[in-house]
C-alpha cells in the first residue's frame, strides 16, 4: 500500500501532489519524495535571487520532511538513493 503525505512541518504543496509517497515493504520503508522548490507558506520565493538561501531552505525541508516519516539523510550508506 503507498501512503502519500504532507507533513505539517513542511509547507504545503504548490500543486496538486504530496511530498512524499511511503511504501512499506518486508519492514523497511521506500520514501520516494517530490521535488522540492523555495517557496514559503505564503507563496513567495524564498531568498531572492540567492540560491544558496534557495537550496538550504529546500534541504531543510527535505530533512523535516524525512523526519515526519522517522527517516534521516544522514542515515547508512545505501539507504538514500538519488534519482
Excluded at 504543496?13 to 522540492?36: C, E, F, M, N
Aim: glycine share 8%.
Amino acid at each position: 500500500m503507498v501512503i502519500f503525505d504532507n507533513p505539517a512541518t513542511v509547507p504545503a504543496p504548490v500543486g496538486r501532489y504530496s511530498h512524499v509517497a511511503r511504501t512499506d515493504l518486508y519492514g523497511k520503508a521506500i520514501l520516494q519524495l517530490s521535488g522540492q522548490v523555495a517557496i514559503d507558506a505564503d507563496g513567495n520565493i524564498v531568498g531572492g535571487n540567492d540560491m544558496a538561501a534557495q537550496a538550504e531552505y529546500i534541504m531543510d525541508n527535505i530533512t523535516a520532511i524525512l523526519a515526519a516519516n522517522r527517516a534521516s539523510a544522514k542515515s547508512r550508506r545505501g539507504d538514500i538513493m538519488p534519482c
